[in-house]
């Protein structure tokens, strides 16, 4: 097919597709309406459990096996990158020599290091109660980690980084995640059930049952997939080199 | 005003995830649709807040307000829209892994160049 | 008043997302993608989801666009590579 009949019949099914979503965005409810009926109901269970923030007990207790569902896709999308982008017999490591950094970006950056880094932490830790959760912390965490790459250099971002533990990291969250739901199950109830732990007391860092400690392990899992995710990359960007006289 | 409002979020939706689609579709470089591959994704998300917002309403996050004393917006939606950010992301990575690997094996990103190479 | 400020934000979201789409250089693209990124931050605070919007602005706003330009990064690199061995 030429580029010219496949841009005809992309328009085509596009027109198409786009006449099918206009038509369906009109028979929606309208936007801002009052009529939630799911909404309401997972409001209602969250205050039964003691849980302040409605989104964490939703993602970590109400529908936490789906997230079970979407930690085990993280958790293969990143054991996919770390097969794919491994160093093969044909490409070599090269140092890479250290470029001039402008004083005021790594000022900045060792500045910021440290804050960004806690806020994540934080982040991570008040999931149950403020906007926030093991996802977003996780990221954050993460991603302030890197700030170092700018602050000071790769060497030094490779010795606060060794792979393999974080690789090891990331299998011990999974896993923590499926063992917090099999004991549910043996506490005598359902898998990932929250029934095991008292709900403690509204808007205090301990309620909620076992949503932190679902959350704390999404934290972990997310932060450590993320730094072994950069790595990766950074090694194929940065370092590994294809055998020259091949 | 009021009538355009109501349909407007959802239009927006629509709009992005097809213009992510045009471009997946006539993109000449791999990275550059995976980047397209994230509007689309990013279109999916406008179309699911915008679905469970609520007028006058607020976060559903209870730590500073009194349980029942405002609305709040549809938290389930959230949740779905949070956890698929995330794990989209990895995702991404997992395609652009892909794309590198393609780049080391056929020396180009482009995909016309690629199918004439197989066939 | 919340009205106006929604539809500004679902218009900015349109906007940069149509030019993300037509930015063909992917460097480019993924600062365009970041831009993307906060817009989409901005407009779901303002739809009254600050969870999202957090994880939105920690992702898209740093770690895809980081991604994608480690990836031209790479790819670019091993195309300087072959045109020297030539």
């Known amino acids: 097919m030429t580029r010219r009949t496949r841009l005809w019949v992309l328009l085509t099914g596009g027109a198409g597709l786009a006449a099918l979503l206009v038509a369906a965005c009109l028979r929606l409810p309208h936007f801002g309406g009052d009529r939630h ?210 | 005003m009021r009538s355009v409002m109501d349909v407007l979020p959802y239009l927006v939706a629509a709009w992005v995830f097809l213009a992510g689609c045009y471009g997946l579709a006539t993109s000449r470089n791999l990275i550059h649709a995976v980047g397209c591959l994230s509007v689309c994704q990013a279109g999916t998300y406008v179309l699911l807040l915008a679905v469970g917002y609520r007028n006058k309403a607020t976060a559903p996050v209870f730590s500073d307000i009194k349980p029942g004393s405002r609305p709040v917006v549809d938290p389930v939606v959230q949740a779905l829209t949070l956890t698929d950010i995330v794990v989209g992301a990895t995702v991404t990575a997992l395609l652009l892994a892909l794309v590198v690997q393609i780049a080391k094996r056929h020396g180009t990103v482009d995909p016309d160049e690629l199918s004439e190479l197989r066939g | 008043m919340a009205d106006a400020v929604i539809v500004v934000a679902l218009l900015l979201v349109a906007a940069s997302a149509t030019v993300a789409v037509a930015t063909r250089d992917p460097m480019r693209q993924a600062l365009v993608l970041s831009v993307l990124g906060v817009v989409l931050a901005v407009l779901f605070t303002v739809l009254q989801a600050p969870d999202v919007g957090l994880s939105q602005l920690a992702v898209c706003s740093a770690l895809t666009p980081l991604l994608l330009m480690l990836a031209v990064r790479k790819v670019r690199r091993r195309g300087r590579e072959r045109e020297g061995e030539r």
Do not use: K
């Not at chain 1, 932190?212 to 999404?218: E, F, G, Y």
């Open chain 1, 37 to 246: 009926p799911y909404g309401d109901r997972a409001v209602h269970a969250s205050l039964t459990r003691h849980t302040a923030n409605t989104v964490s007990s939703v993602n970590f207790d109400q529908r936490a096996f789906d997230t079970l569902g979407e930690m085990t896709i993280l958790f293969a999308a990143v054991l996919g990158c770390v097969v794919l982008l491994r160093q093969t017999r044909d490409e070599r490591r090269a140092r890479p020599e250290p470029a001039e950094v402008a004083r005021p970006v790594r000022r900045y950056a060792l500045l910021v290091l440290p804050v960004a880094l806690l806020s994540g932490l934080y982040i991570v830790a008040h999931g149950q109660l403020s906007p926030g959760g093991g996802f977003q912390g996780g990221v954050v965490a993460a991603t302030a980690l890197h700030l170092l790459y700018l602050g000071a250099d790769y060497a030094a971002l490779e010795r606060v980084r060794p792979v393999g533990m974080y690789e090891v990291g990331d299998a011990l969250a999974s896993s923590a995640y499926v063992v917090t739901g099999i004991a549910g199950l043996i506490g005598g109830t359902a898998f990932l059930a929250n029934t095991l732990l008292p709900y403690g007391t509204f808007n205090t860092l301990s309620s909620g049952g076992t949503v932190p400690l679902l959350n704390a392990a999404i934290g972990m899992e997310v932060a450590c997939a993320v730094v072994v995710l950069l790595a990766r990359f950074l090694d194929q960007a940065v370092e590994i080199e294809e055998e020259s006289g091949r």
